[in-house]
């Protein structure tokens, strides 16, 4: 199909003033068009920016679509935006990573874990949007079961939690040495 450059126009102005992702079936009501349209605007898009010369591209993250800046140009955005950077702490990444492989997990759960309490992690993770309320968990006190939110997605330049790396690959054969060596220690 071949499409209006104002349709391209309107599609790239919708994806540069968004604060976050842009569905397909959201850009399809926006642009009045059937999502089908929009799949395949999309593509056109991504392909006018796929030059290798282009600071930004279309990517597509936390099952939406925005603008975003290519890696290579990091260092540059990096000096621009340095100051307001706030960036995870450790206990914080922790967290994060328990949640994101086990979800959804009640905040005991997350404790039991990483073997000290999590209260003020989970609250700030909350406060910064990575984690969200998924439901309750059935049992005495029908605990709060998390799990990570869109916007983690978003942070972390992911289009699905598929795309998270397996757990198994940061398992080093020093693990497994040392483990062997807290063995023979104990006998």
Do not use: W
């Amino acid at each position: 199909m071949l499409f209006s450059e104002q349709l391209l126009g309107a599609l790239e102005c919708l994806l540069f003033v968004a604060h976050e992702p842009l569905s397909e079936k959201e850009l399809a009501q926006l642009m009045e068009l059937k999502e089908s349209e929009v799949k395949e605007l999309l593509e056109v898009l991504i392909q006018e920016y796929e030059g290798k010369s282009k600071g930004i591209q279309v990517l597509g993250v936390g099952g939406g679509y925005q603008f975003s800046t290519r890696p290579e140009y990091f260092s540059y955005v990096e000096r621009l935006y340095k100051p307001q950077t706030q960036s995870l702490s450790r206990a914080a990444l922790e967290t994060l990573a328990i949640i994101a492989y086990k979800q959804p997990i009640t905040r005991a759960e997350v404790e039991q874990i990483r073997g000290v309490k999590v209260d003020s992690v989970v609250n700030t993770l909350m406060e910064k949007r990575l984690l969200q309320e998924v439901g309750r968990k059935e049992g005495p006190g029908r605990p709060i079961l998390y799990g990570t939110s869109d916007k983690f997605l978003q942070y972390f330049g992911l289009k699905e939690l598929e795309e998270l790396p397996d757990p198994k690959q940061f398992i080093t054969d020093n693990s497994a040495e040392d483990a062997a060596a807290t063995k023979e220690g104990a006998e």
